[in-house]
């Protein structure tokens, strides 16, 4: 169960960006049809990696520490890395992709 609650709200999290960023919308009427699909490939792919990630790093330290805190601590170090890593990795392909129109800064 716990797990896809954490599905849902990495998907709640995406659309409250790409939202917030409304900016963007315009920039995508930029693109041709092969990087729309090359975006959203990118996104797709983005989303199950860091799930993947995310779940499986949980797995795997799960019993793995005396404290339930320290167990959540990691998890909690788990999240921040994962995070970084996927973001500077989306952008680096959003860039490539498009070509430098996306992402704006």
Avoid: H
């Avoid at 890593?85 to 989306?90: A, E, K, M, N, W």
Wanted: proline residues 3%.
């Amino acid at each position: 169960m716990g797990d896809y609650v954490l599905i849902v709200l990495l998907l709640l999290l995406m659309t409250r960006v790409f939202i917030k960023n409304r900016v963007n919308l315009k920039e995508y009427k930029k693109l041709s049809k092969t990087q729309i699909i090359g975006v959203i490939a990118t996104y797709i792919f983005t989303l199950g990696t860091s799930t993947a990630l995310i779940v499986y790093g949980k797995k795997l330290i799960e019993g793995k520490f005396p404290s339930p805190f320290l167990e959540e601590f990691i998890f909690i170090v788990i999240l921040f890395f994962v995070s970084i890593i996927i973001g500077t990795v989306l952008d680096k392909m959003m860039k490539e992709i498009t070509k430098g129109v996306l992402p704006k800064e």
